[in-house]
């Protein structure tokens, strides 16, 4: 069972702009959850992109900071990651996540990735 499923990716030309959507089985009760991106790059770590918590406050890395947005729906059980002036430093896997801390147990979900590809 698919309990994040990753949708957007695709290959964007410099400077360009692309939205990736997240959504949530019902499975899970994502109001609960902080949600957010991670991204892998060949040959890398996989690095937190923005997450949003319950409250929607975002954390955002300062990497794509002024660029990139991310929001939340809860009602669709949504995370979105909006992602302008796209550089080829942002091609990577991004995958979705999303995890809760209940009594010091961390319970913890990953999508399986949608690739972004930034052209020069």
């Known amino acids: 069972q698919v309990l994040l499923a990753e949708s957007g990716g695709g290959l964007v030309q410099f400077g360009g702009s692309r939205r990736l959507s997240c959504a949530a089985s019902r499975s899970i009760n994502a109001t609960l959850y902080v949600m957010g991106w991670y991204r892998q790059a060949p040959g890398k770590q996989r690095e937190l992109v923005a997450d949003i918590d319950t409250t929607g406050t975002t954390n955002i890395a300062d990497s794509v900071k002024g660029r990139f947005t991310i929001s939340r729906d809860n009602a669709r059980q949504t995370v979105d990651l909006q992602m302008s002036s796209l550089k080829p430093d942002d091609s990577a896997l991004y995958y979705c996540?999303?995890?809760?801390?209940?009594?010091?147990?961390?319970?913890?979900?990953w999508g399986q990735g949608t690739q972004v590809t930034v052209s020069s």
């Open positions: 996540n999303a995890y809760r801390t209940v009594v010091a147990v961390k319970y913890e979900y």
